[in-house]
Structure formats: C-alpha cells, structure tokens
C-alpha cells in the first residue's frame, strides 16, 4: 500500500513540474505587476492679479479771471461771480380741458340707448349713473371712452360705454372754424320705466 501511495505521489510531484515547466513562463507574463506612471495634474493656475485700485480724477475748478486791485490787503476788494440761474425744468404743455359733451342736434341718445339696457339689470331693478369720457372726433362720432366715475354696477358701466360708442353723435371742439377731436364728459342715467 505505501508502494502505490508513493507511486501516486511520484505522479503527481511529476505531472505538477511538467506542467510547472510549461505553463508558469505564461502565468509569469500574466501576473507581471507592470507599474504605471501617475500622472502629474497640471499645478493650478495662479489667481488673475487684483484690479488696480480706482482713483478719481482730479477735481478741476474753472479759473475765473478776477480783476487784480492794488492796494493794502485791508482795501481789496473781492469779487465773487455770480452764478447762472438753472434753467427752469421744460413744462409739459397742459392738456386740453375736458368740456361739458353736447349732443348734436337731432340725435336722441335717450331713445336710442334704451334697447342697450342690461337685461339681468331689468330682472334685478338696478339703476344708476355713471360718468363718462368720450373722444369725440372731428366728425363728431364717439371714437373712444373711459368710465371717470362707475355707477357701481359693471353692467351698466359697460352698456353706457357700449351705446355712447355706437350711437352717440356730439358737437365737436372747433379751434376758430376747424373742428377737432377732444375729449368730452358725460353723465349717462340708467333708469327703470314702468
């Protein structure tokens, strides 16, 4: 029994150098550890240099030509210009007054603005006034208007501005024969009838 263990031991010690032989050159290679350079980061740029520090200019005064006068310290006379007024700020031309709208003869606003009446203002009995400003053209038609004073009710607000615009007919503004457009004030009432 020792001779076969022992000769199982010589194979293998053999079997374990022949394969030593031939393959250990190969698993060399394998296994060389190679070492690999690091490479060196870039050292870090300096700081940009700080801005130079801001130093105003000078302060210049204008020279101003003064009379020289002989004489003792005591007598001389010291002459101080005398300093230009600031021009006074440019005014805005002032606009042009709103005047008091005249309806053009011939036009009945009243009748012709009835059918603009809010019908959720009929159902729920709301009455009003409200102020308005109209842009009365040349022509005398209405070509822009602005609530100035709100009857409280939007609707009625609205409606007002809407029949104005459409069916109103005023004087225009006449600077000497020519008329113009301006802007105008009108008070329009919204009332309920039985």
């Known amino acids: 029994m020792s001779v076969v263990i022992g000769a199982h031991v010589a194979f293998a010690i053999g079997l374990i150098a022949a394969s030593a032989v031939k393959y250990v050159p190969q698993l060399r290679e394998m296994l060389d550890a190679k070492l690999i350079k690091h490479e060196e980061e870039p050292p870090p740029k300096e700081p940009p240099p700080p ?13 101003l ?51 603009y009446y809010p019908s959720a203002s009929r159902r729920l009995s709301e009455e009003g006034s409200v102020v308005l ?6 022509s005398g038609r209405v070509s822009e208007t602005k609530v100035e004073t709100s009857s409280g009710i939007g609707r009625l607000d609205e409606a007002a501005q809407k029949c104005v615009t459409a ?28």
């Open 51 to 63: 801005p130079p520090d801001f130093k105003p200019p000078p302060i210049q005064t204008p020279s």
């Open 65 to 115: 030509d003064l009379p020289v006068v002989a004489g003792p310290p005591s007598e001389r006379a010291v002459v101080v210009p005398k300093a230009e007024p600031a021009p006074p700020p440019a005014a805005k031309p002032a606009p042009p007054p709103i005047t008091q709208a005249r309806v053009a003869k011939g036009s009945n606003l009243g009748e012709a603005c009835s059918s």
């Open 133 to 138: 400003l109209v842009f009365v053209a040349p």
């Open 167 to 194: 069916q109103g007919r005023f004087e225009p503004q006449k600077v000497g024969n020519e008329a113009v457009g301006s802007w105008q004030r009108m008070k329009w009432t919204w009332r309920l009838t039985s």
